[in-house]
Structures are given as C-alpha cells and as structure tokens.
C-alpha cells in the first residue's frame, strides 16, 4: 500500500517536472522567437523593469547606440539619455507601467514621446520612444519598449519648416515669419514696457519697370542683391530673422521679404526714434547704387530707388495689424517722392481713408456714369487735326471734375483700370462711330491701354464688342500702350498684337511714352507697331541739347522703320519748327489745343469746315441747335 503511494507521488512528481520542463522550453521557444523577431527589427527593441532598469537589448542598440545590449542589460534606462533629459520625463515613463492602453486613451496619453538619447560617444540624437503593455513576471513588471532614431524625419521637418517660413529667393523670413517674432516682440514690450522699436516697410522705387523690361531673372539677381545690401545696413552683431533646430533664434534685427519687391526691417531696441532714420538713409544710401548683373554682362547699369515708410513701437501701434498698416501708409508717402523715408503721422492715416473713398467712388462712378471723355486733337502740318486721344475724366459729385493723375494709378493698382478701360473704349467707338458716319472718316480716334488690360483674357473680346457695336471702320481705332507692355515680352507682345490686326484688319498699334523705357531701340523692328508717340518730357526740354538729341534720334530710327511718329507736349512756336526740322509732322499739345468736351470737338470741326468750304462734317449740320447755330454733340 505504502509502495504504491509512493509510486503514485513518483508519477505524479515527473508529470510535473516534465510539464515544468515542458513549459520552460515553450518559454524558452517562445524567448527565443521573440529574440529572433526583435533581431529582425530596424528599431531598438528593449524590455525594462519596473525600477527602470534594461533587461533585454536588441542588437540594433550597436547601430544606434554605438553599444553593445550585453553592456547595457542590468544597468539604468537612463544610460541611454542626457542626464536633465531622462529626469524631465523620468516620473512619465514610470506612469506607463501602470496605465493600459484604454486608461492612456481616457488620459489623453500617448504611447510616444520625444526625448533627446546619448550614444556611447556622448553624440546627442533625437528619438522616439514607443511604449508597450507592461506584463507580470516572476520578478515583478517588464515593459517592452521601441527605440527609433527619428534624426532623419527631424531634418526633414526643420527643412519643411524653414521652407514654409523663408522666402525662397532671398532667404529672408517671409511674412509668416514675421508675424509669428513680431507677436512675440510685441508680447515682450507690454510685459516689460520702456522699450522702443521701429518698423521699416521698404518698396523697390522701378522696380517694376526692370522686372517687366528686362525679364524676371534680372528681377531676381537684383532682389538677391538687394538682400545682401540690407544685411550690410545692419550692424554686425545683427543677423537677418532665421529659424534653427525647431526654436526661434532670438534676432536683434530683422529683415523680412513680403513679396515682390517689398522688404521689411524690424529694429526691436531703439534709445530713440531718430536712429530708424538713420538706418533707413543707410538703406537709401546702399540701395541706389547702381546694379550690374554677372550674368548679363552686357546689360548697361540698372539704378533703382527704394521708398522708406516707418511706424515707432509703440507710438504708432501696439498691434501687428495696425503697425504694418501705419508702416505701409508712410512708404506710400515717401514713394510720392521717391528715394526717401517717411515717419507715420496722424494726417497720413487720413490721407489713406481718403483714398479708400476715392476707390469706393470709383467703382461707384463706372456704374453711375460718372466717367466721361474729352478728347485733345492731333494736329498735322499741312492737313490740319488728323485725329484725336481719348482721355477719360471723371465728374465727381461732390469734387468736381477729377484728372487722371488723380485715380488712374489707383485704379491700375486695384484693376478697376479693366473695367474702366473697357467702358473707355466703348465710349470712344461711339465717338469714331459718330465721326466715320458724318462725313469724317479720315479722322482717327486714339485709345490708351494698360497694361492689365492688354494681359486680359477678354481683352480681344471686348474690343469686339465695341467695333461691332457702333459699325466702326478699324482703320480708325489706334491703341496707344506704353513701351513697359511690349518690352517685357516682345515674343508674347508681338504676337498677340499680329492676331489683334488679323482679327480687326487696319487696327493701328502706338508706343506711348517712347524712350522711357530702358531697352535700346532694337526690339522696336520686331513690333507690328505702327506709330511712336515721343514723351512729352523729352519734347517739353527741347531747351536743352541732351533732349534734342534724344528728339532727333528717336525721329530717325522710327522714320528708318518706315513708321509715323507723333510728338506730344507741344507748347511753342520753337518745339514746332525743331520737330517738323527734323522730320516730325504730327503735333498734340496745348499749343494747338488742349483736352476738349464731345460738343465742343464737334463744334471746332464744325467751325474749321464751314470756314475751310468743305463738306467733310456736313453730316452734323442738320442736327444744328437752334440758339447756337452749332450741331448737335455725340454723347460720352
């Protein structure tokens, strides 16, 4: 009885060390896949116990680490990391130990967490740590762990980073920027107070006119160029804005570019106001000598300005908008003048609300009928007036009649100048309507286009619409453009004005303005052009004998191309002979006439046929007013 007791306690003995046995090599199987599983990885697999310490290392940890997992298996977690590192995140990593994933979801914890690790060479590394679902173990918890060097993504992100924070071209901070340091600038001074600072808003004075004349890749070169000058403008412990490793690095100046060829100088520690305008002479000094482009060496020196507008903190503003606003309105004060700077004043701030007004009046009067045309006769030795230029006025109602220098620029600036040049255009058909089908078919009519109009898709269209309107002849409808339009791409230029002649066969093409610009004369034979319009500048200083020359010389290229050319700005018996000397025959000037209304352009036609004996414009004198004997006007 005892024996087989004694043989059921054996039996019963072996079963159970053979299922031990049988368990520990599962165990060590199932050690052993997972072993062979964390090898497979690209990651640094580790487990550690709940007092923080590693108990099993993958082998990556050599790749990473530049360690071997036997010398880090038993020792510290925190090996593995800067010491004011593992202790900013030490209490965090011991929390994971007690929280399962759905107690992190309700926390809001996340499994990952960023930190900064320490190889064996002391080379700090970026990582990022993913932890797992600590497990019970005879010897008390073990977390498993995931180590990624994420030094690779971090590069990435500070290259995507500083690309959406940095003009591409100059490498300036861009507004964004900009917006993101002068908050924080703004933030410190209402902490602090007692500091002064200073907002310098700066505009390219011609830099249009190079961009579109000479081509965007000079644009560029001069604007790179302009950014290496504004860094020399600046004292030398001043560096231009940039971002760094992640961090805004604290500048002591900054110099932003918004776009185009606007730029902005941030001044944050000012003793007074008075040193911004010190600064901002430097720039104008710096900015206007001449430019010569490396990789167009055969272009002449280009020249430009710049216009200065600066706004004091906090005097002017204690907000970003209402500093850059106040910014913005000086450098449009001192771009009146050109080449200066101009401090924010009270009175500026009225003069911007009352340019508002006049955009808002503006587009109320293309609607109201507000516009009208006057017309200034072309005169031609021998022959008398052979056309005339539409120019646009505006009747305001409660300022009288207001001149184009007064809104066209602001209209060109806000692109009201499409619609209004198209309501210009329709009203001048109207008139070369009237004129063709009263007996004054030989005369023309002249219609300035700018160049947003030029560049709009409908612009064909609505010349369209115009001729076929009013049944107008387009041998007598020129289309005055200045040289800007052409020169900045004559390919372009020319063959939309090719299809433009095609379409409307006898329409005329004039360069307004001619020899502004700052191409030579060459590009002029690859224009389908027809006529060349002198500068008046040029003609009002015949005085002087630079300007005859450059009279002279422009009458002889376009009569070497076999084209009509017209001067304008005639004030005097002497321009007239110096012109016709040379070979100039069509006048426009106030020394023939000066702009004139619809009714008293007919009544002057009028007038020169009944005395001439003619009947070119008999067709108005059936329409004659009773109490004046004069014929009835054509409405503009």
């Given at each position: 009885m005892i024996n087989r007791r004694t043989t059921e306690l054996a039996d019963k003995r072996t079963a159970r060390d053979d299922k031990i046995r049988r368990y520990r090599r599962e165990l060590e199987d199932l050690k052993s896949r997972y072993q062979a599983l964390a090898e497979t990885a690209s990651d640094v697999i580790i487990q550690v116990s709940q007092d923080l310490r590693i108990v099993y290392a993958n082998?990556?940890?050599?790749?990473?680490?530049?360690?071997?997992?036997?010398?880090?298996?038993?020792?510290?977690?925190?090996?593995?990391?800067?010491?004011?590192?593992?202790?900013?995140?030490?209490?965090?990593?011991?929390?994971?130990?007690?929280?399962?994933?759905?107690?992190?979801?309700?926390?809001?914890?996340?499994?990952?967490?960023?930190?900064?690790?320490e190889t064996a060479g002391n080379e700090i590394i970026p990582l990022e740590i993913?932890?797992?679902?600590?497990?019970?173990?005879?010897?008390?918890?073990?977390?498993?762990?995931?180590?990624?060097?994420?030094?690779?993504?971090?590069?990435?992100?500070?290259?995507l980073r500083y690309l959406a924070y940095h003009d591409k071209l100059t490498d300036l901070g861009n507004r964004d920027l900009f917006h993101i340091y002068l908050t924080e600038y703004l933030n410190e001074t209402l902490r602090y107070g007692?500091?002064?600072?200073?907002?310098?808003?700066?505009?390219?004075?011609?830099?249009?006119?190079?961009?579109?004349?000479?081509?965007?890749?000079?644009?560029?070169?001069?604007?790179?160029?302009?950014t290496h000058r504004l860094h020399n403008c600046l004292r030398e412990s001043d560096q231009i804005f940039r971002v760094e490793n992640l961090e805004m690095e604290r500048r002591e100046e900054g110099v932003f570019r918004f776009g185009g060829?606007?730029?902005?100088?941030?001044?944050?520690?000012?003793?007074?106001?008075?040193?911004?305008?010190?600064?901002?002479?430097?720039?104008?000094?710096?900015?206007?000598?001449?430019y010569s482009i490396r990789e167009n060496p055969d272009l002449p020196y280009i020249s430009l300005g710049v216009s200065i507008g600066i706004s004091v903190i906090p005097d002017d503003g204690s907000d970003i908008s209402l500093l850059i606003s106040n910014a913005d309105i000086a450098m449009y004060r001192a771009k009146e003048r050109g080449n200066t700077y101009r401090f924010f004043t009270p009175e500026m701030n009225r003069e911007v609300t009352r340019r508002l007004h006049l955009e808002e009046g503006l587009r109320a009067a293309i609607c109201a009928s507000q516009l009208t045309l006057y017309f200034q006769p072309i005169h031609r030795n021998g022959k008398g007036i052979v056309g005339f230029?539409?120019?646009?006025?505006?009747?305001?109602?409660?300022?009288?009649?207001?001149?184009?220098?007064?809104?066209?620029?602001?209209?060109?600036?806000?692109?009201?100048?499409?619609?209004?040049?198209?309501?210009?255009?329709?009203?001048?058909?109207?008139?070369?309507?009237?004129?063709?089908?009263?007996?004054?078919?030989?005369?023309?009519?002249?219609?300035?286009?700018?160049?947003?109009?030029?560049?709009?898709?409908?612009?064909?269209?609505?010349?369209?619409?115009?001729?076929?309107?009013?049944?107008?002849?387009?041998?007598?409808?020129?289309?005055?453009?200045?040289?800007?339009?052409?020169?900045?791409?004559?390919?372009?230029?020319?063959?939309?004005?090719?299809?433009?002649?095609?379409?409307?066969?006898?329409?005329?093409?004039?360069?307004d303005d001619f020899g502004t610009g700052f191409s030579s004369f060459s590009y002029l034979s690859k224009l389908p052009v027809d006529v060349i319009k002198?500068?008046?500048?040029?003609?009002?200083?015949?005085?002087?004998?630079?300007?005859?020359?450059?009279?002279?010389?422009?009458?002889?290229?376009?009569?070497?191309?076999?084209?009509?050319?017209?001067?304008?700005?005639?004030?005097?018996?002497?321009?007239?002979?110096?012109?016709?000397?040379?070979?100039?025959?069509?006048?426009?000037?106030?020394?023939?006439?000066?702009?004139?209304?619809?009714?008293?352009?007919?009544?002057?036609?009028?007038?020169?046929?009944?005395?001439?004996?003619?009947?070119?414009?008999?067709?108005?004198q059936g329409k004659q007013e009773k109490s004046t004997g004069r014929p009835a006007a054509a409405s503009s």
């Amino acid at each position: 009885m005892i024996n087989r007791r004694t043989t059921e306690l054996a039996d019963k003995r072996t079963a159970r060390d053979d299922k031990i046995r049988r368990y520990r090599r599962e165990l060590e199987d199932l050690k052993s896949r997972y072993q062979a599983l964390a090898e497979t990885a690209s990651d640094v697999i580790i487990q550690v116990s709940q007092d923080l310490r590693i108990v099993y290392a993958n082998s990556v940890v050599q790749d990473i680490f530049k360690t071997s997992p036997r010398k880090i298996v038993g020792r510290s977690f925190s090996v593995l990391f800067p010491t004011g590192e593992f202790k900013r995140v030490e209490e965090k990593i011991r929390n994971y130990f007690l929280l399962c994933l759905t107690d992190r979801q309700k926390k809001g914890i996340s499994n990952h967490l960023e930190l900064l690790g320490e190889t064996a060479g002391n080379e700090i590394i970026p990582l990022e740590i993913s932890f797992g679902i600590s497990v019970s173990t005879n010897n008390g918890l073990i977390m498993p762990c995931i180590i990624r060097d994420i030094s690779e993504r971090k590069k990435t992100e500070r290259k995507l980073r500083y690309l959406a924070y940095h003009d591409k071209l100059t490498d300036l901070g861009n507004r964004d920027l900009f917006h993101i340091y002068l908050t924080e600038y703004l933030n410190e001074t209402l902490r602090y107070g007692e500091r002064k600072g200073a907002l310098l808003f700066l505009d390219l004075d011609g830099f249009k006119k190079v961009n579109d004349s000479l081509g965007h890749h000079v644009g560029d070169a001069i604007l790179v160029e302009c950014t290496h000058r504004l860094h020399n403008c600046l004292r030398e412990s001043d560096q231009i804005f940039r971002v760094e490793n992640l961090e805004m690095e604290r500048r002591e100046e900054g110099v932003f570019r918004f776009g185009g060829d606007e730029f902005v100088v941030l001044l944050p520690h000012l003793r007074d106001p008075r040193e911004a305008a010190v600064v901002a002479l430097k720039i104008i000094s710096d900015i206007r000598r001449p430019y010569s482009i490396r990789e167009n060496p055969d272009l002449p020196y280009i020249s430009l300005g710049v216009s200065i507008g600066i706004s004091v903190i906090p005097d002017d503003g204690s907000d970003i908008s209402l500093l850059i606003s106040n910014a913005d309105i000086a450098m449009y004060r001192a771009k009146e003048r050109g080449n200066t700077y101009r401090f924010f004043t009270p009175e500026m701030n009225r003069e911007v609300t009352r340019r508002l007004h006049l955009e808002e009046g503006l587009r109320a009067a293309i609607c109201a009928s507000q516009l009208t045309l006057y017309f200034q006769p072309i005169h031609r030795n021998g022959k008398g007036i052979v056309g005339f230029e539409a120019l646009v006025r505006w009747l305001h109602p409660g300022e009288g009649i207001v001149l184009p220098n007064d809104f066209i620029s602001l209209a060109e600036e806000t692109g009201i100048i499409v619609p209004l040049g198209a309501m210009v255009l329709l009203k001048a058909c109207r008139m070369l309507s009237h004129l063709q089908h009263h007996g004054c078919a030989h005369l023309y009519v002249s219609v300035n286009i700018s160049p947003r109009q030029f560049d709009d898709p409908f612009f064909e269209r609505k010349i369209a619409e115009a001729v076929e309107k009013y049944q107008v002849d387009p041998r007598g409808l020129k289309l005055e453009m200045t040289e800007g339009v052409f020169i900045r791409n004559p390919r372009e230029a020319s063959l939309r004005i090719q299809e433009l002649k095609d379409r409307f066969p006898g329409l005329s093409f004039m360069i307004d303005d001619f020899g502004t610009g700052f191409s030579s004369f060459s590009y002029l034979s690859k224009l389908p052009v027809d006529v060349i319009k002198i500068d008046q500048t040029f003609v009002a200083g015949l005085d002087q004998e630079h300007n005859r020359k450059i009279v002279k010389g422009i009458i002889n290229l376009v009569k070497s191309l076999d084209l009509d050319v017209v001067a304008e700005g005639v004030q005097s018996q002497e321009h007239v002979k110096y012109l016709e000397k040379h070979g100039c025959y069509q006048h426009q000037g106030f020394y023939y006439y000066k702009p004139m209304k619809t009714d008293e352009l007919l009544h002057l036609l009028w007038e020169q046929n009944r005395h001439n004996g003619k009947e070119v414009c008999s067709g108005w004198q059936g329409k004659q007013e009773k109490s004046t004997g004069r014929p009835a006007a054509a409405s503009s």
